[in-house]
């Protein structure tokens, strides 16, 4: 069993719905929580970066960490076409300036259509 | 902020050569990056992290004379592909971390598509 679990999708939704996505890990320790957006042939950035449990919003994105379920999820609220590509989760049981691996999830290709 | 340049973005060369790519923070001291590799949808698989001025340390199975690293000052770090195989043609990005105080995320390179032929 893989330690972050995440559907490959492709999720294919309409212009000015809300993405809905999430991840599921077996690994208690984890604490540290990020989603990476990243387009075809391009390297994973940085959207949306969290600690512990909780919420957090920034713009149309919406982040939450439920670590008694062992369960993040990242809401896109007025997506737009710009918002196809692919959203990996990820996770960390320490902060990775201090040696922390980030473990990915498989990543989720987003297709938004006009 | 918190820019990382990779470099090349593209390569394509025979079987045999050896492949040096660099990965460069561009407006912030990276004490630590980090050297992945990525196949065609599936997700990034870490290979060895690497701290300025010592030795990197690397994921299991992953061959450290295969994969040379060299992390040599605080905006650069390089990896060689040596005596590369059709096998080692993938997709490389690097990441990188402030390092000045905890909880910094990474940020990636936009990574370098690397073709053996």
């Known amino acids: 069993q893989k330690e972050v679990e995440q559907d490959p999708g492709p999720l294919s939704v309409p212009e000015g719905a809300i993405v809905s996505l999430n991840c599921t890990y077996s690994?208690?320790?984890?604490?540290?929580f990020m989603w990476y957006r990243q387009y075809s042939r391009k390297g994973p950035e940085l959207l949306m970066y969290?600690?512990?449990?909780g919420n957090k919003e920034d713009g149309r994105f919406t982040a939450q960490v439920d670590k008694s379920s062992k369960y993040i999820s990242l809401f896109i609220r007025d997506s737009q076409p710009s918002d196809s590509a692919t959203y990996l989760c990820?996770?960390?049981?320490?902060?990775?300036?201090?040696?922390?691996?980030?473990?990915f999830g498989a990543g989720t290709q987003v297709v938004v259509t006009p | 902020g918190a820019v990382v340049s990779q470099h090349p973005s593209r390569v394509i060369c025979k079987s045999g050569t050896s492949v040096k790519i660099e990965c460069r923070s561009l407006d912030f001291q990276a004490t630590t990056m980090f050297w992945y590799r990525q196949f065609p949808k599936q997700s990034l698989m870490l290979m060895a992290t690497s701290n300025e001025g010592s030795k990197a340390t690397y994921e299991q199975g992953v061959e450290k004379d295969k994969f040379l690293i060299n992390h040599a000052s605080l905006t650069l770090s390089t990896l060689t592909v040596t005596s590369a195989h059709p096998e080692d043609s993938s997709f490389y990005i690097c990441?990188?971390?402030?390092?000045?105080?905890?909880?910094?995320?990474?940020?990636f390179g936009d990574g370098t598509r690397l073709s053996i032929l």
């Open positions: 969290t600690y512990s449990s």
């Open positions: 990441s990188a971390t402030t390092g000045w105080s905890s909880n910094q995320p990474q940020h």
């Open positions: 990820a996770m960390s049981a320490k902060p990775t300036d201090s040696w922390g691996k980030l473990q």
């Open positions: 690994n208690s320790a984890f604490q540290y």
